[in-house]
């Protein structure tokens, strides 16, 4: 997948104070897999422990709310927090989309179409104030702020494509995520081989990285009867997590992700 080079970085003084890890191997590992876990551990909130989808997604709602303020307030990146609010915000964009689809029966389509027109809206108010997109220049309270927003819309967009992939067209959960793989994969061919963007392919790829994480985590959790392996949404929650888990804890002790002073 594409790397931000850190030459797209404006200055020194804005890459200490850089809000964001660096685009790594490790970043794109975990967010495919905080992806996965957005997906069925709403799913184990809503349905297993049978909290409701307003009740889970009003405390989800609440804890994103907190750890977005200590994330926003803290003075530069530190690896626990930045992927604490990106497993939060993936639970609630995948609540998000199942309260239009689920509680105000909006078809998946309209959904699809509504994150993205609001995904686009916020890049396009995000360029015009600040111009520029790029992740590597979050250094200010009013770029950061931009940047979640993004990333919640992101989320939505993502589990809403997903879900209309694999249910809503009937491709099926294995083969939604073999798609979305593919087209990431050309993409990224196209960012090393035809000088693409690497703004525009950073966030392509953020974007489709969603319903790739939420169609694979399907995969994984639903009954063999639905297409899946049957492994539940406890099971896959906890091993993803784990995994999470164990790369931040790493990524903390290295600073391999942590945007050096040049």
């Known amino acids: 997948m594409p790397t931000i080079h850190p030459s797209i ?51 989800m709602a609440g804890l994103l709310a907190v750890v977005l ?39 998946l389509q309209a959904a699809t179409i509504g994150f993205a027109i609001a995904l686009s809206a916020t890049f396009a108010a995000w360029f015009l104030s600040e111009k520029t997109l790029s992740i590597h220049s979050i250094y200010t309270r009013k770029r950061e702020l931009f940047y979640w927003l993004a990333i919640l819309f992101t989320f939505a967009l993502g589990t809403a494509a997903g879900d209309l992939t ?28 035809l000088n693409l963007n690497a703004v525009l ?21 639903q009954p063999v009867a639905n297409g899946g392996l049957g492994l539940g949404a406890t099971g896959t929650s906890v091993i993803f997590l784990g995994v999470i888990l164990a790369l931040v804890v790493y990524l903390t002790r290295t600073r391999r992700d942590v945007i050096a002073m040049k």
């Open 166 to 193: 694999a249910e809503g067209l009937q491709l099926g959960y294995g083969l939604s995520a073999l798609m979305f793989a593919g087209i990431i994969a050309a993409m990224t061919a196209a960012y090393y081989f």
């Open 9 to 59: 970085v404006q200055s020194p003084a804005a890459q200490f104070w850089s809000k964001v890890p660096e685009v790594t191997l490790f970043f794109w590992i975990i967010k495919i897999m905080a992806t996965t876990v957005g997906e069925t551990a709403a799913d184990y909130l809503n349905r297993d422990l049978n909290f409701g989808l307003t009740v889970t997604s009003l405390v």
């Open 69 to 107: 303020v200590i994330q926003v307030r803290a003075e530069r990146y530190t690896p626990w927090l930045y992927w604490l609010a990106v497993v939060l915000i993936s639970v609630v964009g995948t609540l998000l989309t199942d309260n239009m689809v689920d509680h105000f029966g909006i078809p």
């Open 201 to 221: 392919a950073f966030w392509i790829a953020y974007i489709l990285t969603r319903p790739l994480g939420a169609s694979f985590g399907d995969y994984l959790s």
